[in-house]
């Protein structure tokens, strides 16, 4: 259901008029991801593996959820369309299942690599400081390649494209948009701070309340933000899907006249649309 005005709210604005509806959103790609943590951190820690390189394995089948969250947002925030919630997460969850399971794939094996080079430089920088320059440079490339995923999944559920162009075009977005993409870095690593610092200085009943409210409020907000930041950009350079007017069929002529004889009704359906009866007149 569309609910558009002449002069359409900014993200900003619609964030906090449908903060109820993109809750709702954020719930539920936040509880599967939640799910899948739990399973591979138990996981980890039966079989003797405790590390967070086996407890992120649960970003792969929590990938799957993210196209539902990603369409209601650029719905919201983007188009100003408020559709259904949860028609709409789990309908974009199905059309793009295949796809999502292999981006979960390329995004844990990027986070795992990054993770592990930069751990292991950093140690070695103590010793050498060559590695911390080494370092600084395999910061650079991961920044590069956190931004190539901003538009991964927005490209993924709005194009029709190859999963090579999709990453491709991702890619060279990334330094198409220079400042614009280092200002929305900046801003979901200010969120993931804060969501850090909630964390470290949650104590005694307070944590389980910080630990939920991470949980259930910085998938929505990162992907608000970057949705909101980086949706302009990508039309500009991909293609508009806002606004986008399809031409409706032209009516059939014939097909009107013949049923207007059969009918004494106001209105009929050609063509997929309810038209005006030519032949109605109306009893005084």
């Known amino acids: 259901m569309k609910n558009k005005s002449a002069a359409s709210p900014c993200a900003f604005v619609v964030f906090f008029k449908k903060l109820p509806q993109l809750l709702l959103a954020g719930l539920l790609f936040s509880i599967p991801m939640a799910a899948c943590t739990a399973i591979f951190a138990a996981a980890a820690f039966l079989s003797g593996f405790n590390n967070i390189l086996v407890w992120g394995?649960?970003?792969?089948p929590a990938t799957i959820f993210l196209p539902g969250l990603v369409m209601v947002?650029?719905?919201?925030?983007?188009?100003?369309?408020f559709v259904p919630v949860v028609s709409t997460f789990f309908k974009a969850v199905k059309d793009n299942l295949k796809t999502f399971l292999i981006h979960g794939l390329i995004i844990y094996a990027i986070c795992a690599c990054s993770s592990f080079a930069i751990m292991y430089y950093y140690t070695m920088a103590q010793k050498d400081i060559v590695y911390g320059y080494i370092m600084t440079i395999y910061v650079l490339f991961t920044a590069v390649l956190a931004i190539m995923l901003f538009y991964v999944p927005l490209m993924s559920v709005t194009y029709e494209l190859k999963l090579k162009d999709i990453y491709k075009?991702?890619?060279?977005?990334?330094?198409?948009k220079i400042l614009w993409n280092l200002l929305t870095l900046i801003m979901v690593a200010v969120v993931c701070a804060g969501a850090f610092f909630t964390l470290v200085f949650a104590k005694g009943a307070l944590f389980p309340v910080a630990v939920t409210l991470v949980a259930a409020l910085c998938p929505l907000l990162i992907?608000?933000?970057?949705?909101?930041?980086?949706?302009?950009?990508?039309?500009?350079?991909?293609?508009?899907?806002?606004n986008v007017i399809t031409e409706p069929e032209p009516i059939d002529e014939e097909r009107l006249a013949a049923a207007s004889t059969n009918t004494s009704d106001e209105y009929i359906f050609i063509n997929g649309r309810m038209v005006k009866n030519p032949s109605f007149h109306s009893e005084k």
Do not use: D
């Open 169 to 176: 075009n991702s890619l060279l977005l990334v330094f198409g």
């Open 73 to 81: 947002i650029r719905k919201y925030a983007v188009e100003k369309c």
């Open 223 to 242: 992907n608000y933000i970057i949705i909101s930041m980086v949706s302009k950009g990508m039309q500009e350079n991909v293609g508009s899907f806002v």
């Open 57 to 60: 394995l649960g970003i792969i």
